[in-house]
């Protein structure tokens, strides 16, 4: 499967920024993947940030940094996986990167396999 991240862009911290990640290219139903967020920040390791399972997406994962603030969701008509931002801080910025995976756990812990898939990054710059 193909990953398209795109929506990322500079915001001054307090604002807000959706993140989308559309899919195509793939043998199976979009919705039989489990759809992640991840970031990396300059100097530091790529981090989760938030997943949510497959189907309807009726389970969600966040990062304790981003709960509250941020919200991942999905439309399987439109083979996308959405971060909605809010409440932006300077220390959210980073390059963020969607991801694949039909077995959920690999997403939430960061245990990848071969199977997985990557998008590229997208830049959220946030200013104080």
């Known amino acids: 499967v193909q990953l398209q991240a795109s929506g990322g862009g500079l915001v001054q911290a307090g604002g807000s920024l959706r993140l989308s990640c559309t899919a195509s290219?793939?043998?199976?139903?979009?919705?039989?993947?489990?759809m992640g967020w991840f970031r990396q920040a300059p100097g530091k390791e790529r981090e989760f940030v938030s997943a949510?399972?497959?189907?309807?997406?009726?389970?969600?994962h966040y990062a304790d940094s981003v709960k509250e603030r941020f919200t991942i969701s999905r439309d399987n008509a439109k083979n996308t996986v959405y971060l909605q931002m809010n409440s932006l801080k300077p220390e959210d910025t980073a390059v963020y990167y969607c991801?694949?995976?039909?077995?959920?756990?690999?997403?939430?812990?960061?245990?990848?396999?071969?199977?997985?898939?990557w998008g590229q990054g997208t830049q959220v710059t946030v200013s104080s």
């Open positions: 290219a793939s043998g199976r139903t979009f919705s039989s993947y489990a």
């Open positions: 949510i399972s497959q189907l309807g997406g009726w389970s969600t």
């Open positions: 991801a694949a995976s039909v077995t959920l756990h690999h997403i939430v812990e960061m245990s990848f396999s071969t199977d997985d898939y």
